[in-house]
């Protein structure tokens, strides 16, 4: 017995006026295979043989989504705004998408849906299910396939070569060999995506998934990963020394454990490996975790810089690209040599203070991922978390807003503004983050009174 997908009211209001004007309306999609799936629906979306004027027509308050594409937003009571769609069938398709015309059958319309377990309608007047391709079959036997012949439906519109995965992933499916093998076959092809498109499945894969690392991985397998992300797929096979893990898997890892509410630091996890790999000296493509020094420096510069043109490739927005930079430029190891207090600060002032509490986040994932999979203790990142938790409870200042000396001030003492402001709130900073005390306007004065060049011998 298939279980009955539990429709709310508001959903079944809209489809009853919709029937009783004399137009077939359906429920399908996502949230009819949800329900199969045995888990929340989301959002409901509606089948309809009524055009969109008759949808505008028969609804007080509607929204015009996309009436071009058959579908109106019908606004309920409730406040909710369901997504309405007139019946459609593909008449020609380009891969970047296909061009739909109104169809007169439930029929045509899930004919044109990409995979069978997305092709289900249910409906819940009548209550009865219209499953032509046996979506409900596979998905008892967690299957996903096309509907139809896999390379027409992957070639009509390469999207649904990600959204396989995605779907594959998410929901445990097992791709069936034959659009598994076309799949594959046409990642050649993905580059006529636009980058927004690309970008959305992306997020959606790292923001809906509690364990992206499973599309992440199919990504990989089917070249996916190669054709839109080639400084990953340069990562995966780049071995770490002494663990028997490479840097890609260890980086899906880390994307599982990090929050999906927190997608731009699980996009940072799977990026932060990009500086190692593919660099022409093999010495360098040992270690992600090099001991300190020049070489562990180049390597997050590098990575910086080749995650932000990723990044800028698939049209991030800039806040986006400016925070996955930073916390791959700083690094995703917990500074755990920090021996002081003013050397804790001096590393919030340059990892700005507000972003500690994603650094934290990281670094509890790579500690609970080390105390899993290497028994490691991970008492001494806590210990250093709650060493930053305490320097910034203590307000002490660590930017340089916080300075009691500024701009203004340096020219009320006779200094021509200029580049060497920068410089000399600079050095005041640093002295300040070694001892907060001095942080009056009067200190301040009299240590940038001190001539050219004395400065850092008075240390
Ligand atoms: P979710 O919203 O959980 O990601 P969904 O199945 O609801 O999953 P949507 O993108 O909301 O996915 O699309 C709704 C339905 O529209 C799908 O179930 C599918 O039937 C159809 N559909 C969406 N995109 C495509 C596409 N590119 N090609 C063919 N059919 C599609
Ligand atoms: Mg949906």
Redesign the pocket.
Known sequence: MDPTPQVPDYVRWVVDTLEQAGYETWT????V?NTLLGIPP??W?LATRATPQVVQGLFPRTVPVGVDHGTVGVLTRQGVLLEVTTFRKDIETTGRH?VVEFADTLQEDLA???FTV??VAWHPIRREYSDPFSGREDLKEKVLRTVGTPEDRFSE?Y??VL?ALRFSGRFKLRIDDPTWAALCACTDHLDQLSPERIREELL?VLT?DLTPSETLALYEESGVLGALYPELSAVSGCRRSGRDEDLWEHSLRLVDQLSSRRPILRLAALLHGVGIAGSPDPAKRSDSEDPAGDREEERRARARERAAAALIRGRYSNQEIREVSEIIGIGLEPPLDLPDAPVLRGWLHRADPVRFRDFGRIWLAKARLDADRFGSDPGPVLDLIRRFRREIRAGHPLELGDLALNGRDLISLGLKPGPAFGEILGSLMARVLEDPGLNTKARLKALVELPEGTRGERE
């Open positions: 399908v999609g996502g949230a295979r989301g959002d979306d296909a044109r849906r990409d997305n092709a519109d999207l649904r959204r959606k809906e």
